[in-house]
């Protein structure tokens, strides 16, 4: 089974990183790169968004649609990267999730 696993920071995740000094977020960047080099096997394309303030926004709502710099979402959290992978199924696409070393916050949904 195909699933994307789309990581989302919080807050107080970003405040935590942009808090650490050089080595340490190194150290946190090394475990990201660790754990997609032991998950290659299963990972079939990943990749890393830009900030959320880069974002472009549709809204298709009604009327005409609505174009708007930004996300605008009322929300704490931002996806900031996803990884398409291939399981066997949701306990195995949960395991990489559970492993997952650096966003507080994964979302797995299948691939339809």
């Known amino acids: 089974m195909k699933y994307v696993l789309m990581f989302a920071e919080t807050e107080e995740f970003v405040t935590r990183l942009e808090a650490m000094d050089e080595l340490e977020r190194e150290a946190a960047y090394e475990a990201v790169m660790r754990w997609f080099a032991e998950n290659s096997g299963k990972i079939t394309h ?3 968004l830009a ?3 880069t974002a472009t926004t549709v809204r298709l709502d009604g009327g005409e ?3 708007t710099d930004g996300p605008f979402v009322e929300g704490k959290e931002v ?3 996803y990884a398409e992978v291939e399981v ?3 306990d195995e696409a949960l395991k990489l999730a559970r492993s997952w070393p650096a966003c507080p916050v994964v979302e797995i949904r ?3």
């Open 65 to 67: 649609p609505v174009v």
């Open 79 to 81: 996806v900031s990267g």
């Open 46 to 48: 990943h990749a890393h």
């Open 88 to 90: 066997a199924d949701l």
């Open 110 to 112: 299948p691939i339809a």
């Open 51 to 53: 900030p959320a303030h």
